[in-house]
Nanobody, 128 residues
């Protein structure tokens, strides 16, 4: 079992930055690939970015590429989403997701069904 807890959301203005954190807990030896998704009111959950266990491989949705960065600190079992140049259309609940891996240290996953564990979400609101 893996538990994920997101933090760092809030209300910001257009052009501001925020950093979300996702702290994972579970077996001490667990390895996991991670991703960030978001869901705006009335919209489907959408992929934002993903990172491999090694941290060397990342992938982003076109809508956030160049503005958002996913990183991780495996010593802390924490994954981050740095969001810069925030726009009103970035307003959503942001979710962290994880899937346990065994040998795929450099794989990342972009589909929600590829993830087994989800955090509770954190609200990000960008005012214009």
């Amino acid at each position: 079992q893996v538990q994920l807890v997101e933090s760092g959301g809030g209300l910001v203005q257009t052009g501001d930055s925020l950093r979300l954190s996702c702290a994972a807990s579970g077996r001490a030896d667990m390895k996991f690939a991670a991703g960030w998704f978001r869901q705006a009111p009335g919209m489907a959950r959408e992929f934002v970015g993903a990172i491999s266990w090694s941290g060397h491989d990342t992938y982003y949705a076109n809508s956030v590429k160049g503005r958002f960065t996913v990183s991780r600190d495996n010593t802390k079992k924490t994954v981050y989403l740095q969001m810069n140049s925030l726009q009103p259309e970035d307003t959503a609940v942001y979710y962290c997701a994880a899937t346990i891996i065994y040998n795929s240290h450099n794989y990342y996953y972009t589909e929600h069904y590829e993830y087994d564990y989800w955090g509770q979400g954190t609200q990000v609101t960008v005012s214009s």
